[in-house]
């Protein structure tokens, strides 16, 4: 898709660049009231093509799922967390990852704070 995009800009600019001639050439000498006219349809089609090229979507464009897997050092094992506010036992399923930082969301009282690690020293 990325070539079509490219392929695409690349014909608009030479529809422009040739009706910026036609434009030019027209009052020339040798110029024919004509070439006006063609050049107001290239310069038409090249923005037309402008505007399809920015239009195509591409795989980049999409949104990506993205999984986090934390590994953790040793052997590790989970103790019961209980929520600050209400000493409601919170699941691993209520702690998500938000902006970076693992946050968890109490399901009884619908209280939210932030996980912090303290150190192992």
Avoid: H
Wanted: with cysteine.
């Amino acid at each position: 898709m990325k070539a079509a995009k490219v392929i695409l800009f690349i014909i608009a600019a030479f529809f422009l660049i040739f009706s910026f001639l036609l434009f030019l050439g027209s009052g020339g000498q040798g110029g024919s009231p004509a070439w006006i006219t063609i050049g107001f349809i290239l310069a038409i089609l090249g923005f037309i093509l402008i505007f399809l090229a920015t239009r195509v979507k591409t795989q980049s464009d999409q949104a990506a799922n993205v999984t986090l897997n934390v590994d953790l050092p040793g052997k590790v094992s989970m103790d019961t967390i209980k929520c600050k506010s209400c000493g409601g036992t919170l699941s691993p399923e209520n702690i998500k990852m938000v902006a970076g930082a693992p946050v968890v969301t109490c399901p009884y009282c619908n209280t939210t704070y932030q996980l912090t690690e303290e150190p192992k020293w």
